[in-house]
């Protein structure tokens, strides 16, 4: 069976096109242990480009996102099935508690992510790319731009 439409990337180097997964990869970092690295890497010519950084700290969080997803479907399920039943109010509620369980490792995740990826960032002098495109937009506009001469009224 074919995959669904996958997107399609290419190398800002050579121009290579290939799907996504074909190109997303992830490499150890030195004196990290336990630490990796997840990027994009070229077939052909090579080129590594850095997307993001996982931590154990972070894989321990996924940990807890998956658990208390696998809970929170757990329990809506048995309340849709016991909907209409006395049964259904204590588990709607146990359901809605399950799901602020979730969103609060979600936010746990989130704020690990952001912290752990800024200091290795720093550490190793790599980019995130939202920055490196908002620079590319900078320099667009720096370049490009629309032109001065608006003559006002
Ligand atoms: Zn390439």
């Not at 069976?1 to 996958?6: D, S, Y």
């Not at 690295?37 to 700290?57: A, F, I, K, M, Q």
């Not at 359901?95 to 602020?100: M, T």
């Not at 995740?109 to 550490?123: G, I, M, P, Q, T």
């Amino acid at each position: 069976m074919n995959n669904p439409v996958e997107q399609t990337i290419a190398c800002s180097q050579c121009d290579t096109k290939r799907p996504l997964s074909e190109m997303v990869t992830q490499r150890p970092l030195p004196d990290t242990p336990d630490t990796f690295e997840v990027g994009c890497l070229c077939p052909n010519c090579g080129l590594w480009t850095h997307s993001y950084y996982v931590t154990p700290r972070l894989v321990q969080w996924q940990g807890r996102i998956n658990k208390a997803a696998a809970e929170f479907q757990r329990l809506s399920a048995l309340y849709k099935a016991q909907r209409g039943l006395p049964s259904a109010t204590s588990l709607f509620l146990e359901a809605q508690h399950a799901e602020k369980l979730l969103r609060g490792s979600e936010r746990g995740y989130a704020k690990v992510f952001e912290e752990s990826n800024a200091e290795l960032r720093k550490r190793f002098g790599t980019k995130s790319p939202t920055q490196i495109l908002q620079e590319a937009k900078a320099n667009e506009t720096a370049v490009g731009g629309e032109g001065g001469g608006n003559g006002g009224a």
